[in-house]
């Protein structure tokens, strides 16, 4: 366990609204190394990854969301009715004492609570607000709602998934999970990261715009190379310059090759014992083997399927080659390679169950690092924020209660 003096964090103070999946696993990874998270949810109901499947033992539930407790841990949760006049004072007070404000709210809500980004910034010259859209605060598309699904095929990447599939009958298809959203999570935290460092030097905050689509775009490098460079938009098949490039069945599963440059295929050739084929004119260079692509993967195929997972990851390993076995996401979580590095984390969802959950994206030796922080239950630290933090007396609290402005239950469903 890190000294606490060395956790570099500790001293940072965020406020996260909004909820679902970007902001929340923006100040996740805040909220690991240290900073104090302040999460501002709204009643009855609170973050709505509260009520995302899948729940714990098929039971919905506040608490029994495992997104929900993934992207919480070691977070602060005040639930405030920011329809109210009093619920907003109380979120600008909140506002004033934060160094970090990370709003994921849809479009034009902080604009109705009169609550603009751009203006909190501009009163708040130390504050760094980190906006989450799935468009971005700017241009045609900035009022237009969106989620994962929208985000995901606004940036073409659909249109690209399945990777090696050239079934010309085959649609845009989504990725797995909140792809685009997490991303857009990192990428705002790479970016406040750096407004937190600069603001050291300058004593200024800023306004930090992110947009969900440009952060799932920021990643497709190589299909914007071929746009750019040789006119080309990318299919299923990647890049035409390259085969062997793509998955091929085997005995129990599938492998993957990648073996586009000269001295990656004969590595390929000779951990298949250098059949006569690959001699043969076509499949002696790159050009003319990705020209006739079909017929190596043919051959290709009709080797693979002769071995299993275990075979062809021997063979890969003992000649340095481009190919890997492709793991069933099963097979992912048990690898002993995650486990002796104890990568998962078991995390409470504050009700005494533990979920066992994704760890962080790094490794930070001696920084106090955890990813196994308890998620707050709705309304959990009220008292503690608002009254510890902002001055409200017991009385006021109740008061507050009363009229609905916060909620002071925090164990109700």
Known sequence: MANPESVPLRSLNILELGGGVPGPFCTKLFAALGATVIKVEEPPRGDEAR???????????????????????????????????????????????????????????????????????????????????????????????????????????????????????????????????????????????????????TGRGGLIDISVQEAMLSILDEPLGWYNFVGEVASRMGSPAYAPRGVFPCKDGYVAIFAGQEHQWQRI??????????????????????????????????????????????????????????????????SRHLKERAYFAEVDNGLGQRFLTPGLPFRAEGLGADASGRAPLLGEHNEEVLGGGLGLSKQQLLRLTQAGVIWQSCCRE
């Open 51 to 201: 009520w995302r499947e899948p729940f714990w033992k098929d039971t919905p539930g506040p608490q029994n969301g495992g997104l929900f407790v993934y992207l919480n841990g070691s977070k602060r949760s005040v639930a405030l009715d920011l329809e109210t006049t009093a619920g907003v004072g109380l979120l600008r007070r909140l506002v004033e004492g934060a160094d970090v404000l990370v709003d994921g709210q849809p479009p034009g809500r902080m604009e109705r609570l009169g609550l603009d980004d751009a203006a909190l910034s501009r009163s708040y010259p130390g504050l760094i607000v980190t906006a989450i859209r799935p468009f971005g605060l700017t241009g045609p598309w900035k009022d237009f709602k969106g989620n994962e699904l929208v985000s995901f095929h606004a940036s073409g990447l659909g249109h690209l998934t399945p990777w090696c599939c050239e079934d010309p009958e085959c649609p845009p298809l989504k990725g797995p999970g909140s792809l685009a959203e997490l991303y857009a999570g990192l990428s705002a935290a790479v970016a406040t990261i750096g407004a937190v460092w600069g603001r050291q030097a």
């Open 269 to 334: 050739v000779q951990l298949m014992g250098e059949p006569e084929w690959t001699k043969e004119e076509w499949a002696k260079n790159t050009r003319s083997r990705t020209a006739h692509r079909e017929l190596l993967e043919a051959q290709l195929m009709e080797w693979t399927m002769s071995k299993t997972k275990a075979e062809l990851e021997e063979l890969a390993r003992k000649y340095r080659a481009t190919m890997t076995v492709a793991n069933t996401f099963g097979e992912a979580v048990e």
